[in-house]
């Protein structure tokens, strides 16, 4: 049975909107072996109707660049699931649309993977699989910046609390951590 599991890189304030604009000063070899190591499980990738818009304009060409890019050889390659009641059809290569009664269909998808299904990207859909209990694990790259503006993480949700399992320090001062769905106390 496969597991879901989240990724965001964050700040210390919770933003996890546009990260591009302050987290690549953060990123380092530790932080690539990182995420390479998280893809060599995932062996499929769910995400939300934006995500999907944003990257199904831009990953697939990257695929016809002199430069090599692992991640982009592997996002557009890996089976893809999108959230989302309004998409008809995807068209991104190895696309699946999943809508309806969502959270009957990522069980089913779970339980037919063999491996780690990532996802990233949308604050929404990780807050929508933790209330619905289809969340496994959640990592956050905790960045040493405050951005005072953004989408956070989490806004205004239900109490879920989670148990660290794994800890990371890298050099740029950037903490990984994760965390699993725990018991209520």
């Not at 002199?66 to 991640?71: K, L, N, Q, V, Y």
């Not at 557009?76 to 649309?97: D, E, F, G």
């Not at 619905?132 to 405050?146: A, F, Q, R, S």
């Not at 399992?165 to 050099?171: E, G, N």
Request: hydrophobic letters at 40%; a negative charge.
């Amino acid at each position: 049975m496969g597991r879901i599991v989240a990724s965001f890189f964050i700040s210390l304030d919770g933003v996890v909107e546009s990260p591009d604009k302050w987290h690549f000063p953060y990123f380092n070899d530790e932080m690539g072996a990182g995420i390479g190591k998280a893809m060599e499980t995932t062996t499929a990738f769910l995400m939300g109707r934006k995500l999907y818009d944003e990257w199904a304009a831009y990953w697939p060409a990257q695929s016809e660049s002199a430069e090599p890019d692992p991640f982009g050889d592997f996002i557009n390659n890996v089976p893809k699931y999108v959230v989302s009641n309004s998409l008809q059809q995807a068209s991104w290569h190895n696309t699946t649309v999943v809508s309806g009664d969502v959270a009957a269909r990522l069980a089913q998808i779970k339980e037919r993977s063999e491996g780690d299904i990532g996802m990233c990207g949308s604050a929404t859909v990780v807050r929508w699989l933790l209330a619905h209990g289809l969340l496994d694990e959640l990592n956050l790259m905790v960045h040493p910046i405050v951005v005072g503006h953004g989408q956070r993480l989490f806004e205004d949700e239900a109490t879920h609390p989670l148990e660290l399992v794994r800890h990371d320090v890298f050099k740029t001062g950037v903490l990984h951590l994760s965390y699993v769905p725990a018991e209520e106390k």
